[in-house]
């Protein structure tokens, strides 16, 4: 879990680690089950010890007790800073355009081939997202982030359509 | 294959074709549109057909609706052979065994959202009291009770196109048949169209859907790739399961 996303999280109001989680599983819906539990208390833990949280109290309840945190100035600091960095996470393409020049290359395998089977792949999980997005009620979070893998997922399978008709016309060429 | 053993095949087929063939011109100039298709459909299933354009996918479409001849090969429908039908033979199929979805919706612009869905069952020799109350429920069941009474030119993309898919079915079709259903539309209607397949197939509506859109070919059963006229690739789309989703993303770094 990344650090600065519990950090933000917590921007809104001191909080404890359950209401975190709470507001993470809003934001991902189905995707939110990939997560571990106990993480957020592994990062808020990690974060009091950097001096970007402070504990801010303990409210006792039956079941125990339980940690209320609240962002530091240097934690503020560090939300603003990341609000406004631009990332972008690089697309993982080479690693796939290099298999398909090394195959034909070498003769080791049918580019199409490869192709196909890349695309019967992100097919099922094209599937699957979006099957997870229409079951998303109306005005969800988590839909608008299963819109943005789908848009993803259909851009690499134009890309694949891209690779096909490539490979289709120098096989044609040879 | 005698027709004897073709109308006793698996119960659960449909739609089956046998080398069909669409062939336009001739000698050098002979095009294959659609070249020897052998392909089945079973009750129920929603089958995407993708292509890029110029593949022969419309045309193969056209053909398993009886919009079109084929040049050669066979078309069977619910066990009985329809390629050689009659074309007062091929209007009734039109009518009332096949739905069709197109991509530019084909409503009639004069005609409430209600009256074109009670169309077809008018032509196919209903009462108007019978066509009416049907095309109210189609329209329910699109999510658009609330416009009935509205002209196509009051409603959105999206809401043409879920007009066109009740119109599809108020005659009760065997199979749907949709042409790049979601051509003329954004994302969000877009949505609004697949969740409404989802739907259809869920209640055991057979669909085949030519498209180009990933998109609609994710929400089939099947996908079949068509090259050159030819079926070149088929892809099953069974066994997705909630745990890849988690593949899909990550929160670490």
Known sequence: MQQEVVLALLAKEPSQGYQLRARLNDALGPLGEALNAGQIYVVLGRLEKTGLVSLEGVTGTRDGERKVYALTPSGQERVSEWLAEVTWPKPDLAEFHLKLIAAAAAGLADPIGIVDAQRRELLRRLRDVQRAELEEPDGSDAALLLEGIVLRLQADLRWLEACEANWTTRRRKQ | ?253
Not at chain 2, 29 to 48: K, P, Y
Not at chain 2, 73 to 92: V, Y
Not at chain 2, 139 to 146: E, F, H, R, S, T
Request: net charge negative; glycine share 10%; hydrophobic share 40%.
């Open chain 2, 1 to 253: 294959m005698t027709k004897e053993e073709a109308t006793k095949g698996v119960e659960s087929l449909l739609l089956r074709t046998q080398g069909l063939r669409k062939e336009y011109g001739r000698d050098e100039g002979l095009v294959r549109a659609v070249d020897d298709v052998d392909l089945e459909v079973t009750r129920g299933e929603t089958l995407a057909v993708m292509g890029p354009s110029g593949c022969g996918k419309s045309t193969l479409l056209h053909l398993l609706g009886g919009l079109d001849r084929p040049s050669g090969g066979e078309l069977w429908l619910d066990g009985k052979r329809i390629d050689r039908l009659s074309e007062r033979g091929l209007a009734r199929l039109r009518r009332w065994d096949i739905g069709f979805v197109f991509q530019a919706f084909h409503l009639m612009d004069e005609l409430t959202a209600r009256e074109n869905v009670e169309l077809p069952a008018l032509i196919a020799g209903r009462s108007s009291r019978q066509a009416g109350v049907r095309a109210l429920e189609l329209l329910d069941q699109v999510g658009l009770a609330d416009r009935a009474g509205h002209l196509p030119s009051a409603l959105s993309g999206g809401q043409r196109q879920r007009v066109a898919i009740a119109r599809s079915l108020v005659n009760e079709p065997l199979v749907v048949l949709a042409d790049e259903p979601t051509g003329n539309l954004d994302s969000a209607a877009t949505l609004e169209v697949l969740r409404l397949f989802d739907h259809l197939h869920a209640s055991g509506q057979t669909l085949v859907i030519v498209t180009h859109d990933e998109r609609v070919a994710a929400t089939a059963d099947r996908i079949v790739s068509m090259r050159d006229g030819a079926l070149v690739d088929e892809i099953r789309l069974t066994g997705g399961t909630r745990a890849n989703l988690r593949d899909l993303m990550t929160l670490e770094r």
